[in-house]
């Protein structure tokens, strides 16, 4: 195919169709995309649109995450046994460890145990996708989406996959774990 039979991209099929209203801010920022991917960054990690992107949303995607579940901050470790158990602070820091509960889940990746006004709330963790299926070295092979579904049932625990994580915004979804009702 020459490049002259080329489909212009208002021919090609399936077009984006949930453009705006031609507003003054969605023109400037459409113009403000074009000329990031038309330049040359210094740093060529910073040439992915999706990456600078991810960089300016991040913030705002995770002060929607902690305003959509009132939490008010995160604890100073990440330990799910202190949801599970709707502890004060970490069983696993004291001499008497309790070896029943689990410090973290399958999975646990970029993790964060957040708080609310009356203690432990939700436990979160980031995971990109493709890492879900790859086996690492010396583990065995295991389903990793069942694998947290499996934990979450176990503990009597309630999960929910959130298609977008404020930790790597447009690469990885966020996995919430709450307690059960």
Known sequence: MSDDSRLSRDERPS??????????????????????????????????????????????????????????????????????????SCPHTSDTQDQELPHSPPCAENATLWVDDTGPAVYSIHVIPDSMGRLQSGTPAQDSWHSIHEFATEWGLRESILPTSWYDVGSAVQVVYMAGE
């Open 15 to 88: 077009p984006a169709h949930f453009e705006p209203p031609p507003w003054a801010e969605y023109q400037q920022l459409r113009q403000a995309v074009t000329d990031y991917m038309d330049h040359d960054p210094a740093d060529p990690e910073w040439a992915d649109i999706w990456r600078a992107l991810a960089a300016i949303m991040s913030a705002h995607q995770r002060e929607r995450f902690v305003q959509t579940f009132d939490l008010e901050n995160p604890a100073d470790k990440a330990c799910i046994g202190r949801l599970i158990a709707d502890a004060d």
